[in-house]
């Protein structure tokens, strides 16, 4: 009796999978987005998260923080730096280098950013458990490590 030969599905699909995932949080995150009048996008808002929590840091480093080219970065941080979300100041220690700060209006974005991504967390897709949303997380960060 021969093998059957098993026909290869885009659902049996790892990255088809993490793509229609990231195809429900963008839609999440258009509603929220709205709903709170941020007009910023999920990656843009996750920039000023990041330049929240690593005041301070340089264009470069905080490109690398992201794991992303410096000119897609420069991209993403342009509309930030237009809205006045984010300022470059001179490092103190080095005038050469310029540091990535929020400003007052990013200070005050950041405490709207906080509420939609803990409203977004309340409701993933797939409605996980506590331990369930843990396990995601340890096992996303082993594979993107």
């Known amino acids: 009796m021969g093998q059957m030969n098993h026909k ?4 049996d699909l790892v990255g088809f999978k993490v793509r229609k995932l990231q ?3 963008c839609k999440q995150w258009i509603k929220l987005s709205n709903q709170y009048d941020l007009q910023l996008s999920a990656v843009q808002a996750g920039i000023i998260v990041f330049i929240d929590v690593h005041s301070g840091l340089t264009q470069k480093d905080l490109a690398g923080l992201l794991g992303v080219d410096a ?3 420069s991209q993403a941080l342009q509309p930030l730096l237009d809205r006045s979300l984010i300022q ?7 005038r050469r280098k310029l540091q990535m700060v929020l400003s007052n209006d990013g200070q005050h974005m950041i405490k709207v950013i906080e509420k939609v991504f803990a409203e977004r967390q309340k409701h993933l897709p797939g409605n996980l458990t506590p331990k369930e949303s843990q396990t995601l997380h340890v096992l996303l960060d082993k594979m993107i490590t």
Do not use: I, R
């Open 88 to 94: 470059k100041k001179s490092d103190p220690v080095d």
């Open 23 to 25: 195809n429900l949080l």
């Open 71 to 73: 000119s897609t970065l």
């Open 8 to 11: 290869l599905m885009p659902s």
